[in-house]
């Protein structure tokens, strides 16, 4: 069981409307351009969504280096343009384990202030291939996306 500890938090200002960066999070053409760290590509043909709340998706992320990593959920609360939240993890393993993801975005004048956070695992920051690090290089990917696209 998850302890109140385990999680942790990435907050960003992106230079570009919340509607925009909202169509970056749901829209399949633009997670492939974007999510997932440097180095690392999400094959367009990979990304199935039913985009509802109580809805699956799957994507898989390929690391040139050490092959393919298949990634499922469920979309569990989608508040357009201001909240998403969705389980995440590999769909071999029991979903009920998985971790969650909440992203909330708020709009500032033309910016847009993201809070990520991922519950259900440790803020293992500064650890190899630390899922912290691999978010937040994600989140990088996801900026330079949204401000090419603006």
């Known amino acids: 069981m998850a302890g109140p500890d385990d999680k942790f938090t990435v907050t960003r200002t992106i230079n570009a409307p919340r509607e925009a960066v909202w169509r970056a ?3 399949a053409r633009s ?3 974007w ?3 440097r180095g690392v590509f999400t094959p367009l043909e990979s990304i199935k969504s039913d985009f509802r709340t109580g809805g699956a998706y799957a994507y898989t992320l390929v690391v040139p280096t050490r092959g393919t990593f298949p990634t499922a959920g469920t979309f ?17 393993d ?12 708020e709009a500032n004048g033309d910016s847009t202030e993201l809070t ?9 920051r500064g650890q190899e ?6 978010w937040n290089d994600a989140l990088d990917e996801l900026e330079r996306f949204v401000k090419q696209s603006s």
């Open 76 to 92: 569990l609360d989608i508040q357009e343009p201001r909240r998403l939240q969705f389980s995440w993890g590999n769909p071999e």
């Open 129 to 134: 291939r630390s899922l912290y690090e691999l």
């Open 116 to 124: 990520f956070t991922l519950e259900g695992v440790r803020d293992d």
């Open 25 to 27: 999070w749901t829209n």
């Open 35 to 37: 999510m997932h760290p």
């Open 31 to 33: 997670l492939h351009t």
């Open 94 to 105: 029991s979903e009920k384990n998985f971790p969650v993801v909440t992203v909330e975005l």
